[in-house]
């Protein structure tokens, strides 16, 4: 489904769960959910700048980085796999 459908559906089915009053306090529920989940995460924020500095970094040549099929084979001929 696209994107504009998918948003037109959505808000239909949200205009049709807005004027029931018992699906409402569940929606509200659901978004407090997605909202506390949001600020609860287990991983520090210092990791995802270390992430995004480090990406910085390969995008910018600074550091290199090998394929996945590269360290697969290196792990291949050190272990024998």
């Known amino acids: 489904m696209e994107t504009k459908e998918l948003r037109r ?3 239909k089915d949200f205009g ?3 004027d029931d009053d018992s699906k409402l ?4 529920s659901f978004f ?3 909202n506390e989940d949001e600020k ?4 520090p ?7 995004a500095e480090e990406r ?3 995008m910018s040549g600074e550091i290199q980085a090998s394929s ?3 360290a697969e084979q290196r792990l291949k001929n050190k272990y024998g796999f």
Not at 25 to 28: A, D, G, K, N
Not at 40 to 43: C, E, H
């Open 25 to 28: 306090e569940i929606l509200e």
């Open 56 to 58: 910085e970094k390969y």
């Open 40 to 43: 609860n995460s287990i991983v």
């Open 32 to 34: 407090d959910a997605i």
């Open 45 to 51: 924020d210092s990791h995802y700048n270390m992430v």
């Open 68 to 70: 996945w099929e590269e």
């Open 16 to 18: 049709q769960l807005i």
């Open 9 to 11: 559906k959505l808000i």
